[in-house]
């Protein structure tokens, strides 16, 4: 088995299509059917993305690991620290650099970090 499989064996498992799955994971429409074809392999890029899309481990999908679980770093997110992270992960570059920018003037305010300034 290799990534493409294991990427088809996850999009099967979701029970959704190929298209739903390429849309909702930010992937370029016909990606899958020219990575089923082997016409060309996924990118790094594209197998991050799916990764959490599906919520496995990039290893598992590079075919590194047989464990699809993400391995936790022990640390427990409240509901707005996640919700922080899942806005920030689909974000654009620019609202990223956003968030960031946010965060670090409210640090600066509580005299924790240092202040960004959009450039």
């Excluded at 979701?14 to 074809?37: D, I, M, P």
């Excluded at 919520?55 to 640390?75: M, P, R, W």
Aim: net charge neutral; aromatic share 10%; hydrophobic share 40%.
């Amino acid at each position: 088995m290799d990534t493409v499989d294991r990427i088809f064996e996850l999009v099967k498992e979701s029970g959704l299509s190929n298209q739903a799955v390429e849309k909702a994971a930010g992937l370029s429409n016909g990606s899958f059917s020219k990575w089923k074809k082997r016409e060309y392999l996924p990118s790094a890029d594209y197998i991050l993305k799916l990764a959490r899309y599906f919520n496995v481990s990039a290893d598992y999908l590079f075919c590194l690991s047989d464990v699809k679980e993400v391995q936790q770093l022990g640390i427990s997110l409240t509901p707005e620290e996640e919700l922080l992270l899942n806005a920030y992960r689909t974000a654009t570059a620019q609202g990223r650099f956003r968030i960031i920018q946010v965060c670090m003037n409210e640090m600066d305010s509580a005299g924790k970090g240092a202040t960004v300034s959009a450039g």
